[in-house]
């Protein structure tokens, strides 16, 4: 019997005044990128708390994408300069919890730019089926 090849299953938190209108953007191009992601919008990339990060690996993401308005642009002012203060601290926190850095990835992507949207979404779609699945996928499917 032939495996399925796997398939990751993605979390992606974007910004409501920027990246998600990215998504937007590229929805209406209809630029192509693979369905493995599920977006939450949200108002700012600073909301997103580690512990929401967490939850998503405990339910059985394979990998959490942020995406935040660009350094300066952010419409809540300083809201991107706390998400990288909170992306420091939840890399050492999922390597100590033994992830690897390539699970958690964050990006900076304007409501123009819809095209880097697409791209980012396949190139990290890629960087986690070659992680293979979650470490913590077999606990949340036993649970």
Excluded at 21 to 49: F, H, K, W
Excluded at 87 to 112: N, T
């Amino acid at each position: 019997m032939a495996e399925k090849e796997f398939e990751p299953k993605i979390l992606g938190f974007f910004c409501n005044w920027c990246t998600y209108a990215g998504a937007d953007l590229a929805g209406v191009s209809r630029l192509q990128y693979p369905p493995n992601i599920r977006v939450i919008r949200i108002m700012c990339s600073g909301t997103v708390s580690p512990h929401h990060v967490l939850r998503a690996f405990q339910k059985g993401a394979d990998g959490v994408l942020i995406g935040g308005c660009h350094i300066g642009d952010c419409h809540y002012l300083r809201g991107n300069y706390m998400t990288i203060k909170r992306m420091r601290f939840l890399q050492d926190l999922l390597k100590f919890i033994g992830l690897e850095e390539g699970r958690l990835h964050l990006e900076w992507i304007s409501a123009a730019e819809g095209p880097k949207l697409a791209e980012t979404v396949r190139n990290y779609t890629e960087k986690v089926k070659n992680l293979g699945p979650s470490p913590l996928k077999r606990a949340a499917l036993a649970a």
